[in-house]
């Protein structure tokens, strides 16, 4: 782990169907968030179909980025690390399968309070990516 890796959280999982809440600061998007709160707020990501394909897509949309390293994979829960390039700050980043044809998300940074968009850019780059591999 790299000088600004953070200690990994022990909140994180699926806690009575949902993923963990992010803190106030803004360096946190999460599909389970309040619509009303834009700064934290993300779509979740939507499939029609089979659940199954859709997350072997999801899984191999998220494994194939730069520097993320699966930390935890269970049936329908996925959970990663994805390190930046240049200091080597550590991100969380969650994907749980919701049988309503979503798969609900959250990305959130350990260390400082901005994350100037990052987390919100990875999880459009996910979903891009997961909707190029559905076609």
Known sequence: MGLFSGTRPDSLG????????????????????????????????AF???????????KRAVIGMERVSVVREESGYLYVEQTTWLMGFVDDCEFALDPAGLIQVRSASRLGRKDFGVNRARIEA???RFEELSK
Do not use: F, M
Not at 18 to 40: G, M, R, W, Y
Not at 48 to 58: I, N, Q
């Open 126 to 128: 996910v979903r891009t």
């Open 14 to 45: 699926v806690n009575a169907g949902k993923l963990a809440a992010c803190k106030p600061t803004p360096n946190c998007v999460a599909s389970q968030a309040d619509k009303s709160d834009a700064e934290h707020y993300i779509a979740p990501i």
């Open 48 to 58: 029609s179909g089979d659940a199954t394909r859709a997350w072997e897509l999801l």
